[in-house]
């Protein structure tokens, strides 16, 4: 519920819908997105690891991160060897706190981010910006 609470976070999902309404179907595909803050401040949309039933899925959430993105404005940020058009991203990401007194990123399993300090994750692996 903390996910539903936070703005900053948001999910593509790909639902199976034989009949045209998703609703009630089973997410077969899915990853989060999240607006961080880079090292000199500025927001971004960072897409999180992608969990797919189906390749085809893959680069439908992939373009949904990119269409959101180019809407708000902001650099799509993720992990290297998500997409093909990626470019180095020289900055760490912050997940700030919000009104949920714990964050999620899947690179916690990984080692990837450093532990919470004053309600703060910050993400320290390799980054790519994702051309829009």
Known sequence: MGYVLDGKNRIIVVKDSKDGKSENFPIQSRAMIHILLDTKGNPTLFLNTLYVS?????????EAAKYKARRTGLPLVTYPYVVEDEV?????????????????????ALGNVLPQKNGIFTIVSELKAVKC
Do not use: K, W
């Open 54 to 62: 189906d390749y085809r899925h893959y680069s439908a959430i992939v």
């Open 88 to 108: 180095d991203y020289e900055q760490f990401l912050y997940f700030l706190s919000g009104p949920i007194p714990t964050n999620m990123c899947d690179m916690i």
